[in-house]
């Protein structure tokens, strides 16, 4: 009897030992295979890419000719960071278009299958519109003499164009970008350009 109960004994301690061992086993199972995810991961690196746009409207300038929130500019203005409207048309008008209305990055290699992810960091509206070539947007006195793009015409009464404006602090995402160079521009501020090269 007594030698039975140890038998018993001894079983029972084997299965402990049996489960404690299995159990960093099948802890590790999932661990393998969120490795090779990753791994698979790593070979698309830049599945999304971030893109901000920027400008440096001055609020109350813009605000006096387009209506109160246009520019949204607060903290920059404060810092005297701003262009004023007129300031934005001149500089335009001289060929000198202001380097504070941009999209970052200017130039951009992704793998294909990757998201544009573009957010308006700025304070006042834009476009991230893909066009065939670089030109005018649907603003004439910011044009500095070129003419709209045809992707650009009609402004956001062009329902193609309407769906391109990303307003302040929102997103836009661009999905299945062919192979090849992709050329986007904002319609209202033409200088903002960049291109895309899709792998
Ligand atoms: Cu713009």
Redesign the pocket.
Known sequence: MKSNLNRFALIVSCITVATVLQAPAQEKAPAQEHTSFNHSANEHPFRIAPIV?L?ECEPDSFNAVLGADFCKNVGLAALKFTTTFNELFQEAADGTPDPG?DFEPDVLRVEHGTTLVVTNQGGEP??FTEVRKFGGGFVDGLNHGEETVPECSGGFKNVAVARTRIIQGSQMEVTDLSKGDHYFE?C??PW?RMTVHVK
Do not use: E
Request: proline share 0%.
């Open positions: 746009a400008d209305w834009h476009t904002c209202i501020h903002m």
